[in-house]
């Protein structure tokens, strides 16, 4: 109606022989057309969809629960949920839960845990809608997450330095000039008193066993103290190292790479680059993940949270049985038939001999 009033006046008051009534029917008939665009546009924009994004924090430290809330409007039949692939390495998805509150709007709950130890920022996560006319992709906001460290602010001060103590004289490289003279003179008289009577070559040692890495693993975690016995922080982090150092002693045996020395995140892309089972990745990361949060967050869990990692680690022992046991046949024919040819690959025998004596260590560590 407003538009047909508008045309009426310009139409009544134009006169083609008055000048400035062209120039007032030329503005007139501008502002007709644009108040006609911008009531279309409106119009067309009523039916998008529309995509809010929300997060409950913006600093987080080592093991903390980010809730991230997507709330989606528009017209559309289905909707498809991004899974854990869409976010960074540095956040593991706890949960996804979606609440529909009125028909053309959704919310989307994620729930994140953090493992990283800097400054990261979640990207656009790309949520696809299925509609009639063809199917539309939202990608949400972006949001920053900036790390704090949980060192006070004492620790992290630098100590003053003592001042400089000077000497009266320096008497040190003499006295070390002394002791290394004596001692070259005592290994020259042991030489010379030995070189006559060399002594007779002994025998062979029988060749070490091979030792099964799944054996050495199922013993470890059958060592560890009950959660139920647990009670102070101490013994609940000595209760998750000691899970963890097992669970490294058995890729460090089997993948043969140094994981005893590794982080979580070095020890997942090895055991990529090993093309080992998705599913063996998996299970380390998040038992690794719980042992690191303990160790390095000074988190302390309870008895559930402890129980529950102890299934984690039988749940890891059933899939390493399952998907390494080619390799660990590779090894155990490997050994045997260096030992078969007398040719003993110190390596391997050091490697059995230091894992076998960290496993004793632990166990008297345990008892006493």
Partial sequence: ????????????????????????????????????????????TAFAQQMFTFSDRDSVQVGDIIELTFVIQ???????????????????????????????????????????????????????????????????????LYFKTVLSEEDEAFRPFKPVFTFARTWWPYILLLVLLIAGGYYLYRWMENRETEPAPSAKPDPIPFTNPLDELRLSISNLASPDALSEYEEYEAFYIELGDAIRRYIKRTYRFPALEMTTREICLELEKEQAASSTVKITRTVLNEADIVKFAHFKPDTDSAEHVLVLAGKFYDLA????????????TEYENRTDDNDTDHDIVDSVQQDEGETEDKTEDKQV
């Fill in 1 to 44: 109606m407003v538009q047909i009033v508008i045309f009426k006046r310009i139409d009544r008051l134009y006169d083609p022989d008055n000048h400035i009534m062209k120039l007032r029917f030329f503005a007139r008939a501008v502002c007709f057309f644009s108040i006609l665009t911008i009531q279309i546009s409106l119009h067309s």
């Fill in 74 to 144: 528009g017209a559309y039949t289905d909707l498809d949920l991004p899974d854990e692939t869409a976010f960074p390495e540095e956040v593991e998805m706890v949960s996804r839960q979606r609440y529909q509150i009125e028909a053309g709007q959704d919310s989307l709950v994620y729930r994140l845990q953090f493992f990283g130890t800097d400054d990261v920022v979640l990207p656009a996560v790309a949520f696809r809608l299925q509609r009639a006319q063809g199917d539309t992709t939202l990608r949400s906001n972006r949001i920053p």
């Fill in 321 to 332: 049985r399952s998907n390494d046991q080619n390799r660990i046949d590779m090894l155990r």
